[in-house]
């Protein structure tokens, strides 16, 4: 059987060749890859084996093709919709439109992104320490950075080429089916989602490659993820509505511009959850009328035409939540790099 | 005296107030093969470490191919194969796939890796389990591929830890005459750490003994035991076909030989101790007194009762500084602790 790796062999050396990390190797990089892309190619190739990432796959198909009948059942509707001004918008529509009966695409990719993140990261390294792989490799000419380098790029390459070919299944099913063409608007705005659900996903994966350096056990890191995970997604709001219910004045006794205030703060304690920013931006990308993520005041809304923005002005809206997911992910990787660095290695 | 390929001076390694490793001085020359022996837990994986550049030391200086190991690992790591204690391999890839993995890792060119790989696994005895999973591997399977996996490099010096463990008799006979012939023929420099006294005494040309941290000797094996056991160097032991009539008589007259300096009996068998080799004094002696002697066997040290008298020795100086009870405590808080 040839080995599924083979066929992403010029794919990835290509694609890393081109980047700054392998100049290091000097002369050899026209004809032998380095060895972060010799190790990364090497990820990818274990990730598409295992039984793990194929049952995340199947969840995640399973979510994309129910969510896509559901919008397609019920998207006729929604693009005679005549008080909706993104009602053109056919391929967004196809994204964010549910009866209620499921969540829409981009919600569940809320939850199950983080699960894939997780699942793809949580053993990364204590993996390697508990099977004696790690010493052998360190023993290897290679820097250590190169082992964290390769985990993340590794799953990350996994979570950019599913999302990228989910979207683009979904655009082609679009055409077939409804026989509409596709905005230029409309597709940025779609790539745009999928690099929004990569950076996403590369939270929860930087997060767990940080726990699998500081825990021993992969158990204990995968159960910390996932705590971290559950604390997020469903205690972080009951937490926060608890300060809200005890800190808080009652609005009745306040002016409309402390009122305002106070609905800015608790959206800001909100955005302190990744899912927050997460679920904000892309109905900002995926919705072009949103105009604003937090509440307006009438004199900011006056004389405003509710029409779709341009993709433009909406991912200046967005720009915030991007930079605090790509900021989120940094602190992780930072420090991952921190405690593993001068680690002993020893199995 | 030839440039040594490794050298460390003054290396020192302390894991909280535990001195794992302490004050080591050591020089391997290139082309031999340096058995490291002691027991588990006198520090000699930690300084295999310091010497890849895998630990940082707490004082002094690693040196391997005059490359400073603490400073330029990765300098070092391209002389050096190192096989760790319990070499690991990818379970769900096959050892084909292991190997050729870690050959493009080392720098191989791609149009090398695939019959480099297959070479090496003949050479250690694995070409006809190519293909199969690593995990399905037994474990003198695993050491094997461990060699070839340190080999596939062509390092200067290889290092290994516990390469015996866990390989059956015949296995381990086999895995060192490879090193052994493998040094030979290709001047390699190896370096081998082990508690299994006899197996290290069969290919190495020089031995350290490491115990507690410490080298307390270094030279090849019968310097050791002349160095040792230089003050009661002749043991002579005789073994009668009966038991004697009257021993006190016959001890007396036997310590009154010149050049005995102690005489025991047990048994059938005596066993007599002299500053010179006296043997036909004795058998005459034996011979002359009317009495059958079945057999005389002249006691010669191995490394066994080499590594034994210097245990021994070490341990009473720790039971005297009252060490050991230190050592009790400090593991106990650690347990704690956690």
Sequence with gaps: ?347 | MEQPIIELAGLTKCYGSLKAVDQLDLQIRPGEIYGLLGPNGAGKTTTILMMLGLTEPSAGVAKVCGINATHHPIAVKRKVGYMPDNVGFYDSMTAFDNLQYIARLSGLPEREVKNRTRDMMELVGLGDALHKKAGAYSRGMKQRLGLADVLIRQPEVIILDEPTLGIDPSGVKDFLGLIRQLSRQQGITVLLSSHHLHQVQQVCDRVGIFVGGKLLADGNVETLSRHLFSGDQFVISITLANALPDTLQVLTALKAMEGIKDVSAEGRTIEITSARNITPDIVRFFVAKELDIMGVHKKEYGLEDIYQRYFENNLTDHEKDGKSSGLFQRSFFRKVKK
């Design chain 1, 1 to 347: 059987m040839v080995n599924p790796a083979v066929y992403f062999n010029d794919l990835f050396s290509g694609k890393l060749k081109n980047s700054g990390w392998l100049k290091s190797t000097g002369s050899l990089v026209n004809q032998q890859p380095g060895p972060l892309s010799i190790m990364v190619r090497k990820e990818v190739a274990d990730h598409i084996r295992s039984w793990r990432f194929i049952v995340l796959l199947a969840l995640l198909l399973l979510t994309f093709i129910a969510t896509m009948y559901v919008s397609l059942t019920n998207l006729k509707a929604a693009v005679a919709n005549e008080n909706d001004p993104d009602r053109l918008f056919l391929y967004l529509k196809l994204l964010t439109t549910s009866d209620g009966s499921l969540p829409t695409f981009h919600i569940f990719v809320s939850f199950l992104g983080a699960l894939l993140g997780i699942s793809l990261g949580f053993d990364a390294v204590n993996a390697e320490q508990n099977n004696g792989t790690m010493t052998r490799l360190m023993a290897q000419p290679v820097y250590r950075d190169q082992l964290l380098l390769s985990k993340f790029l590794g799953a990350l390459t996994i979570v950019s080429a599913l999302f990228l070919s989910l979207a683009l299944l979904m655009i082609g099913a679009g055409l077939l089916i409804t026989g509409v063409s596709l905005e230029a608007e409309e597709f940025f705005r779609i790539m745009s989602f999928v690099v929004l659900t990569v950076l996403y996903v590369g939270f929860w994966l930087a997060l767990s490659i940080l726990f699998s350096v500081k825990f021993r056990q992969a158990t204990t890191s995968a159960l910390t993820a996932i705590g971290v995970w559950l604390f997020f997604t469903i205690f972080y709001r009951i937490v926060i509505s608890m300060v809200v219910k005890g800190f808080f004045p009652d609005p009745v006794y306040l002016s409309e511009a402390d009122v305002l205030w106070y609905n800015n703060l608790l959206l800001d304690l909100l955005r302190l959850a990744p899912s927050q920013l997460y679920t904000d931006a892309t109905t900002t990308l995926l919705m072009p009328s949103v105009r604003s993520l937090g509440p307006l005041t009438v004199e900011q809304m006056a004389g405003a035409i509710p029409k779709p923005l341009p993709f433009r002005e909406s991912v200046l809206i967005v720009w915030p939540q991007v930079c605090g997911l790509v900021a989120a992910i940094a602190v992780c990787f930072t420090l991952t790099y921190y405690w593993f660095m001068r680690r002993e290695i020893r199995s």
